[in-house]
C-alpha cells in the first residue's frame, strides 16, 4: 500500500491482507515491525487485517523528532490512519505493547473504535501490576519441559527484582507454547525487527497517565476483547481478567497451552475466538482494498 502522512511529516506504512471487515492491528515490542504479525493464525481468511508499521519501524520512515516515538504521542498516527482509510469508526486489535497504544487511542478517540481486541496485552497504560507468583504460576504448566530448570530459576530471578539481561534471556521459553525450532527463530527474528532506540522511547516519562485512561475505558460502552495465553509469564491470565475488568463490556478468551503469541501456538482457537467476537456484530463498513 503507498505509504500515508502523519500529522508531523513523517510518512508512515501499513499493510493490507486477508478479506472481510477492516480490522487495524497495532503491533507490540514494543516498537517491532508489523510483520512478526502475519496472518495471525488465520484470520486474515475472516478478517482484512490492516497492519500498521510504527514510525521507525518496518518500512515507515524514521521521525525526525525522537521524542515522538514516545506512545502517546503515537495516538495521532493511528488516527491519521484511519482517517486515510476513510473509516468513520474501526476495530482495533493491539498486541502485547501495541495494547497500550491502542488503550491510549480510545481514550483519545473512543467514538473511532467500534470493537476493540486486546492480545495478551502490556499493562503499563493502565498501570496494572502483575504479582510475581502469578507469573511464577503460569511457569510451572511448563515444568515437565527439559529445558524448565534453569528458565524457572532465571525466572525467580527476574520477578525478585534481580534479573540481569542473561536472566531476561533465558526466560524466553515461557513466552511461547513450544519452545521449539520455529519459537527460536521468532523469538531471534524479533530482535532483529525491534527498533531498540524507540522501544526504549515507547514508555518515557509523560507517556502515561493511568487514571485519566482508566477513567474512560470505564465508559467505553463498545465490545471489548481480552485473549490471554493460559501459560504467558508476561501477562497472566489473572492479569488480563484484571484488564478485562476495567471496561463495562469485556469479555476474557483463555487459550489453553497458548503463550505470549497465541496465534502460533493455537492458531484456530485464537482466530475462531477473535472471528466469533467480531463476526455476530458484523458492520456495513466499507472495505479496504488489498495490497
Given at each position: 500500500m503507498p505509504p500515508f502522512t502523519a500529522p508531523d511529516g513523517t510518512e508512515l506504512a501499513y499493510h493490507v491482507t486477508g478479506t472481510?471487515?477492516?480490522?487495524?492491528?497495532?503491533?507490540?515490542?514494543?516498537?517491532?515491525?508489523?510483520?512478526?504479525?502475519?496472518?495471525?493464525?488465520?484470520?486474515?481468511?475472516?478478517?482484512?487485517?490492516?497492519?500498521?508499521?510504527?514510525?521507525g519501524t518496518g518500512a515507515s520512515a524514521v521521525p525526525d523528532d525522537p521524542a515522538s516515538y514516545r506512545?502517546?504521542?503515537?495516538?495521532?498516527?493511528?488516527?491519521?490512519?484511519?482517517?486515510h482509510l476513510g473509516l468513520d469508526a474501526v476495530d482495533v486489535l493491539g498486541h502485547s505493547a501495541g495494547a497500550n497504544l491502542?488503550?491510549?487511542?480510545?481514550?483519545?478517540?473512543?467514538?473511532?473504535?467500534?470493537?476493540?481486541?486486546?492480545?495478551?496485552?502490556?499493562?503499563?497504560?493502565?498501570?496494572?501490576?502483575?504479582?510475581?507468583?502469578?507469573?511464577?504460576?503460569?511457569?510451572?504448566?511448563?515444568?515437565?519441559?527439559?529445558?524448565?530448570g534453569p528458565a524457572y530459576a532465571a525466572l525467580e530471578e527476574v520477578t525478585a527484582g534481580r534479573g540481569t539481561a542473561e536472566a531476561f534471556g533465558a526466560v524466553a521459553p515461557f513466552l511461547h507454547g513450544t519452545?521449539?525450532?520455529?519459537?527460536?527463530?521468532?523469538?531471534?527474528?524479533?530482535?532483529?525487527?525491534r527498533n531498540?532506540?524507540?522501544?526504549?522511547?515507547?514508555?518515557?516519562?509523560?507517556?502515561?497517565?493511568?487514571?485519566?485512561?482508566?477513567?474512560?475505558?470505564?465508559?467505553?460502552?463498545r465490545p471489548v476483547l481480552v485473549v490471554a495465553g493460559e501459560g504467558d509469564v508476561n501477562t497472566p491470565p489473572p492479569t488480563a481478567a484484571a484488564y478485562a475488568a476495567l471496561f463495562p463490556e469485556a469479555e476474557l478468551t483463555v487459550l489453553p497451552g497458548a503463550g505470549h503469541f497465541p496465534w502460533h501456538d493455537d492458531a484456530e482457537g485464537f482466530a475462531?475466538?477473535?472471528?466469533?467476537?467480531?463476526?455476530?456484530?458484523?458492520?456495513?463498513?466499507?472495505?479496504?482494498?488489498p495490497s
Amino acid at each position: 500500500m503507498p505509504p500515508f502522512t502523519a500529522p508531523d511529516g513523517t510518512e508512515l506504512a501499513y499493510h493490507v491482507t486477508g478479506t472481510g471487515d477492516p480490522l487495524l492491528c497495532l503491533p507490540g515490542g514494543p516498537m517491532q515491525d508489523s510483520a512478526y504479525l502475519g496472518e495471525l493464525g488465520g484470520l486474515a481468511a475472516r478478517r482484512r487485517l490492516i497492519r500498521l508499521d510504527l514510525r521507525g519501524t518496518g518500512a515507515s520512515a524514521v521521525p525526525d523528532d525522537p521524542a515522538s516515538y514516545r506512545c502517546d504521542r503515537q495516538v495521532a498516527d493511528v488516527e491519521a490512519l484511519r482517517a486515510h482509510l476513510g473509516l468513520d469508526a474501526v476495530d482495533v486489535l493491539g498486541h502485547s505493547a501495541g495494547a497500550n497504544l491502542a488503550a491510549l487511542y480510545v481514550t483519545r478517540h473512543p467514538a473511532r473504535v467500534a470493537r476493540l481486541v486486546l492480545v495478551t496485552p502490556g499493562t503499563a497504560a493502565v498501570a496494572l501490576d502483575t504479582p510475581p507468583e502469578e507469573r511464577l504460576a503460569a511457569a510451572r504448566l511448563r515444568s515437565g519441559e527439559p529445558w524448565f530448570g534453569p528458565a524457572y530459576a532465571a525466572l525467580e530471578e527476574v520477578t525478585a527484582g534481580r534479573g540481569t539481561a542473561e536472566a531476561f534471556g533465558a526466560v524466553a521459553p515461557f513466552l511461547h507454547g513450544t519452545w521449539d525450532g520455529a519459537a527460536r527463530e521468532r523469538h531471534a527474528e524479533s530482535a532483529r525487527q525491534r527498533n531498540d532506540g524507540a522501544a526504549a522511547a515507547y514508555a518515557g516519562e509523560g507517556a502515561f497517565d493511568p487514571p485519566a485512561t482508566r477513567a474512560v475505558l470505564a465508559e467505553f460502552d463498545r465490545p471489548v476483547l481480552v485473549v490471554a495465553g493460559e501459560g504467558d509469564v508476561n501477562t497472566p491470565p489473572p492479569t488480563a481478567a484484571a484488564y478485562a475488568a476495567l471496561f463495562p463490556e469485556a469479555e476474557l478468551t483463555v487459550l489453553p497451552g497458548a503463550g505470549h503469541f497465541p496465534w502460533h501456538d493455537d492458531a484456530e482457537g485464537f482466530a475462531g475466538a477473535v472471528d466469533g467476537f467480531l463476526a455476530p456484530r458484523g458492520s456495513s463498513r466499507p472495505e479496504v482494498p488489498p495490497s
